[in-house]
């Protein structure tokens, strides 16, 4: 009787072992002042969010996506009033937008990623897998770079808190992001099974490992994310 159940546990924690987990969504806001997220599922897909929330600095708000497939658009507005409307930025261009998919494939979820500043940039955002189950190619993406500050006098937007281009200033200054509709980010990516999608806003830096001596405090090293 004893040999028996022990069996059973072993087969039950085997089965939850070998179960998929559906990803979540972690929204972290470490800009000195308030987001809203805006999380904007793509068409004839559900919502994961309600869109009310507002995210004071060093706030975290944490969605789950669909346990089968889901896409869509992460950006962050700015200047909203106590109903989220009326906002500055974010809720259209120019806006930095995050795009995800996320598909389970079976065994594991297949996740794929972008920053994109083809709408332009209003805040700077950086996306990283974590709790990664299938390993594969999952690097860190984004702009952690404020390109408002040296945005063209004639691209300024929204009284100086977005930017809309040109293309070339946003790709030398954010070599990890999509700047074109044609435009795809220089490191590959082919990300198994993560346990979560983190989108952090305002990140200062675009490192997923420990620097090395001699490096310089904002640098950005295309590398496999911490799980």
Same mark, same amino acid.
């Given at each position: ?17 070998? &179960? ?21 599922? /793509? ?12 995210? @004071?600095?060093?706030?975290?708000? &944490?969605? &789950?996506?669909?346990?089968? !497939? ?15 409307? $009326? ?16 598909? @389970? $494939? ?12 083809? @709408?332009? =940039? ?19 993406? $984004?702009?952690?770079? @404020?390109? /408002? ?9 929204? *009284? ?9 200033? =946003?790709? /030398? ?22 346990? *979560?999608?983190?989108?952090? !806003? ?12 001699? *490096?310089? *405090?904002?640098?950005?090293? &295309? ?5």
């Amino acid at each position: 009787m004893a040999r028996a159940l022990v069996l059973v546990a072993v087969l039950l924690a085997a089965s939850a072992a070998g &179960s998929t987990t559906a990803t979540t969504l972690t929204i972290h806001n470490l800009c000195p002042h308030p987001v809203w997220p805006l999380v904007t599922p /793509n068409s004839g897909l559900p919502s994961i969010s309600d869109n009310t929330a507002r995210l @004071d600095p060093n706030a975290l708000l &944490s969605l &789950s996506f669909p346990p089968t !497939f889901w896409a869509g658009r992460v950006a962050a507005r700015t200047g909203c009033d106590a109903a989220a409307s $009326g906002c500055w930025t974010g809720a259209a261009p120019p806006a930095t937008v995050v795009q995800v998919t996320v598909h @389970d $494939g079976g065994d594991l979820d297949q996740a794929a990623y972008s920053v994109s500043l083809v @709408d332009g =940039f209003n805040v700077p955002v950086v996306v990283s897998p974590q709790a990664i189950a299938g390993g594969g190619q999952c690097p860190a993406l $984004g702009c952690p770079v @404020d390109l /408002n500050c040296d945005c063209p006098p004639a691209q300024r937007a929204a *009284e100086g808190v977005a930017c809309r281009g040109p293309p070339e200033y =946003f790709k /030398n200054r954010c070599p990890l992001t999509r700047t074109t509709p044609t435009d795809v980010e220089p490191v590959p990516q082919s990300c198994r099974g993560p346990g *979560e999608l983190k989108v952090v !806003f305002c990140q200062a830096t675009i490192v997923t490992g420990a620097a090395g001596a001699g *490096e310089a *405090e904002m640098v950005i090293r &295309s590398v496999v994310a911490d799980s």
